[in-house]
């Protein structure tokens, strides 16, 4: 595997080299708050992809040609690891962009599959974008883990819109996520996931629908100790205050609001980006 090949030729003591995340919008925030928790010595360098959102509708050869420019650019600064932080985007292009880099990068369908079969359940929900769900890479994913579990995915889009434009914790919020839920009334699951990482910002709103039997599984967190084993085994952790770089190809004003909400302003700057072919 090309995380572990890379690894095993550059293995170091410390790298205080920062950790660099993409999403399409804002919802790789998400993971970033995990990674200020979980791992608070690691700097992160965050590009969220405004000026071409939404993802989900947008054909995979299109996204995959978006998240290489990012990675690039991410490579560039330089971070010691990518984790790309949107579901759309790993389906798409997980394969080529640690392909075409030369440093290691996660996706986070592989946690999040593997957190929901090791909750041991038989029925496992998913809801995702209209992209990742037509894909069907939660599907194979968790069928290629466990054959026998029995999997209902749901294509959720307008949840996106509603974190994107800052409607959480609003009577809109929740009829929304009431209406696109309404599969798992008929189709009850045991375990639902998150499958795309805008929609940890909508747990209260999912909780009151789904009911308190069923387990939410979270691909942010699951991501972020997945990469916490591979900084920890191969030595590569910081021991150096974190800083927070954060790049918006959109609206920096969207960003720095979400940022303010979702991370309490626990950042250090947020810049514009031009990606290359961008006018």
Request: a negative charge.
């Amino acid at each position: 595997m090309k995380v572990q090949g890379y690894l095993e030729d550059e293995v170091d003591k410390m790298d205080n080299r920062p950790i660099g995340i993409m999403d399409s919008g804002l919802g790789g925030l998400s993971v970033v708050r995990v990674v200020q928790r979980e791992l608070p010595n690691e700097s992160i360098v965050f590009v969220g992809d405004e000026g071409h959102f939404p993802y989900g509708t947008k054909s995979q050869s299109v996204v995959r040609q978006l998240v290489l420019k990012i990675g690039q650019f991410l490579q560039s600064q330089p971070v010691k690891l990518m984790i790309i932080a949107c579901n759309t985007a790993t389906a798409a292009a997980l394969p080529t962009v640690q392909q075409q880099l030369t440093i290691p990068v996660i996706g986070v369908i592989n946690p999040g599959a593997k957190a929901a079969i090791d909750s041991d359940v038989q029925r496992i929900g998913v809801i995702a974008t209209e992209s990742t769900t037509k894909d069907g890479a939660y599907v194979r994913e968790l069928q290629k883990l466990n054959p026998s579990v029995k999997v209902i995915s749901k294509a959720t889009q307008p949840l996106v819109a509603i974190v994107e434009h800052g409607k959480t914790g609003t009577p809109e919020a929740q009829e929304t996520v009431n209406e696109q839920l309404t599969i798992f009334d008929e189709q009850p699951v045991d375990a639902l996931i998150l499958g795309c990482t805008h929609f940890p910002f909508l747990t209260n709103e999912i909780k009151q629908k789904m009911g308190p039997n069923v387990k939410l599984i979270d691909p942010a967190l699951e991501t972020v100790n997945q990469a916490k084993k591979l900084l920890t085994k191969n030595q590569l952790l910081s021991d150096q205050p974190a800083s927070y770089q954060l790049y918006s190809t959109g609206d920096r004003k969207d960003l720095i609001s979400g940022a303010d909400k979702w991370l309490a302003g626990h950042y250090d700057s947020c810049n514009s980006l031009q990606l290359e072919g961008d006018n």
